[in-house]
Each structure stands twice: as structure tokens, then as C-alpha cells.
């Protein structure tokens, strides 16, 4: 099983830019869907997005598309979320997770196996 460490997070102004990376120790990698999730306090985890194990298809939630891209990069077992036009309620924890039986589509955080620890991402406005 593969354990995974998010960093990238931080403070930033409303309309900047983050990327979150999530490193993946273990050689299995390649065997894992990946997604991001976020959680602001008071509220459930919810999703934010995801690539399959080849990295050639990817899902976004509604309220991040066209400003948040996932990419992984297999050589690096690293899966990234690029974050641009950030606003103050993308305010949250955010985590990654790895599933081995997710398949697109497939938000629910049940179905992800591991996670990482969180990387706080802060928005002021």
C-alpha cells in the first residue's frame, strides 16, 4: 500500500495561484486512481478531482473547473493540482487520496483507500 504526502499549501490572495503536489511512496503507484478532496471547517469532505491510473482522463468538480487542473507524473509518483483565480471560498484542508477500485466518475471518498495528511489552503479576500 502506498502512503501519501500533500504540500503546496499556504496563504493567498483572492485571484492568485497555488499547486499542490501529492508525493506517493511505494513502487504500486501506477496502480491508483488519485483525487483531490477539500474540507472547510463546519463542513464535509468534498470532492475536487480526479485522474485515472494512466493520467489520460481527468474529472473536476463544477465549482473548480477551468480554474483547477489535476496532472500526475508517473516518474515522480506525484499527482499535482494546479490552482489559479483562487477565491476566498476554496478556503479548505486539502487532501489527496488513492484508490485502487475508483474508476472516473467515482467521487464518494469511501471509495479511496489512503490519504494524506492535509495541506491548508487559505484565500483572503
Known amino acids: 500500500q502506498v502512503q501519501l504526502v500533500e504540500s503546496g499549501g499556504g496563504l493567498v490572495q483572492a485571484g492568485g495561484s497555488l499547486r499542490l503536489s501529492c508525493v506517493a511512496s511505494g513502487r504500486t503507484f501506477s496502480s491508483y486512481a488519485v483525487g483531490w478532496f477539500r474540507q472547510a471547517p463546519g463542513k464535509e469532505r468534498e470532492f475536487v478531482a480526479q485522474i485515472t491510473r494512466s493520467g489520460g482522463n481527468t474529472l473536476s468538480a463544477d465549482s473548480v473547473k477551468g480554474r483547477f487542473t489535476i496532472s500526475r507524473d508517473s516518474a515522480k509518483n506525484t499527482v499535482y493540482l494546479q490552482m489559479n483565480s483562487l477565491k476566498p471560498e476554496d478556503t479548505a484542508v486539502y487532501y489527496c487520496?488513492?484508490?485502487?477500485?475508483?474508476?472516473?466518475?467515482?467521487?464518494?471518498?469511501?471509495?479511496?483507500?489512503?490519504w494524506g495528511q492535509g495541506t491548508q489552503v487559505t484565500v483572503s479576500s
Open positions: 487520496a488513492a484508490g485502487t477500485r475508483v474508476f472516473l466518475g467515482i467521487t464518494s471518498p469511501r471509495a479511496y483507500d489512503v
